[in-house]
């Protein structure tokens, strides 16, 4: 999500001045498997003034990426699925624009509350508010600019920010163990096994 700032203009900052920082490029890369062929919004993002900051935080996060269900050896899965019973089916689910749809504020807390569970804990050599306002910094407000205007990202993050993969799945992590934990299961899942079902009676 994001919004035109009309406070500055794409000349102000490009990506080809090289003394300093710039906005962010936001361009767009085909998908030809799909019929349609929509674009991928990519934020090239290298020039921006919190690049580096970003890229060092995504260091540090990458211990909350990791949970049970994460899949570390694919021909050990492979192995799995070829001894479970054959009336079983894999289904391999797609988020829709995943990390434009990723809630910058609630992920943001969910790091804090990780790394910081007591309020006077300490995570190299960090506090819990210093930490947060780094994350705040390195992910919220990146401007761009797209058609020689200029916009600032409101929520969710740009697919080229050195952080975004790690907040995806920091988030995606969170709510499997949330599943897991509480026993809730979304409807999608639920339906399933009705949707398998009525594909093979068509077929």
């Known amino acids: ?29 085909p998908k030809i498997h799909k019929s349609s062929i929509p674009l991928r919004p990519i934020l090239s993002s290298y020039t921006t003034p919190n690049y580096k900051t970003a890229k060092f935080l995504a260091t540090l996060h990458e211990p909350l990426t990791k949970n049970p269900n994460n899949l ?8 799995n699925i070829i001894l479970q019973d054959s009336d079983l089916y894999m289904a391999s689910l797609d988020v ?13 807390q969910i790091v804090v509350d990780r790394l910081f569970p007591t309020p006077d804990s300490a995570f190299n050599n960090f506090n819990s508010p210093d930490f947060r306002k780094l994350l705040e910094l390195a992910v919220k407000d990146t401007a761009f600019v797209f058609n020689d205007e200029v916009y600032v990202q409101t929520d969710g993050v740009g697919m080229g920010s050195p952080l975004s993969c790690t907040m995806a799945d920091i988030f995606k992590c969170h709510l499997e163990a949330y599943d897991n ?21 068509e077929g």
Do not use: C, W
């Not at 500055?8 to 080809?16: G, I, L």
């Not at 624009?97 to 990723?102: A, P, V």
């Not at 509480?182 to 093979?200: Q, R």
């Open 1 to 29: 999500m994001a919004h035109k700032d009309t406070r500055h203009s794409a000349t102000q900052s490009t990506p080809h001045n090289k003394t300093g920082s710039s906005f962010g490029v936001m361009y767009g890369l």
């Open 72 to 79: 570390s050896n694919f021909l050990k899965f492979i192995e």
């Open 96 to 108: 829709e624009t995943l990390f434009t749809n990723i809630p910058v504020n609630e992920t943001i």
């Open 181 to 201: 934990h509480s026993g809730a299961v979304s409807e999608t899942i639920t339906d399933l096994p009705e949707a398998f079902t009525a594909a093979n009676a």
